[in-house]
């Protein structure tokens, strides 16, 4: 189960579906379609790494949350949460990361035929 305050802003996005965009600005992101939402997500992802690379730790605070929040909007576009990528996180739990890597681009060469 996400942290609750996942859980709840999850919640909220959710029952902010066909709610009145002038109201609510998840309503609006969600009325501006998915391309719209993944460009918020792009914005705010770069605007956390600007923040990180001149060491300001409020900034990136700040940053990450909205990355966060534009983040589970766009999870809820195509019906998924963080529930969904918690799972997935768990899968991969005692994989490391170097050898998940090399069996990924394994693969990429069997697709290739390399
Ligand atoms: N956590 C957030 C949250 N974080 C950031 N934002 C909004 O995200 C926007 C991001 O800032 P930007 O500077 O990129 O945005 P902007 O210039 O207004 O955006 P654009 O014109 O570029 O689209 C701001 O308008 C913030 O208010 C959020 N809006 C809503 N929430 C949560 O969502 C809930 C529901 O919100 P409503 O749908 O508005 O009721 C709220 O109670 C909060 O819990």
């Known amino acids: 189960m996400a942290d609750d305050r996942l859980a709840r802003l999850t919640a909220t996005i959710r029952a902010r579906r ?4 002038d109201t609510s600005y998840v309503a609006r992101l969600l009325a501006q379609g998915r391309e719209r939402i993944a460009q918020k ?40 949460g963080f529930d969904d990528v918690l799972d997935e996180l768990e899968r991969r739990e005692g994989v490391a990361g170097l050898a998940e890597k090399a069996a990924r681009s394994g693969v990429s060469r069997a697709k290739r035929g390399d």
């Not at 066909?18 to 965009?21: E, F, I, K, S, V």
């Not at 997500?41 to 534009?70: N, P, S, W, Y």
């Open 18 to 21: 066909g709610a009145d965009p």
């Open 41 to 80: 997500v792009g914005e705010e992802a770069v605007e956390a790494v600007i923040a990180a690379t001149r060491g300001d730790a409020q900034a990136l605070k700040g940053e990450a949350a909205d990355l966060v929040f534009h983040l589970a909007v766009l999870l809820d576009s195509l019906g998924l």
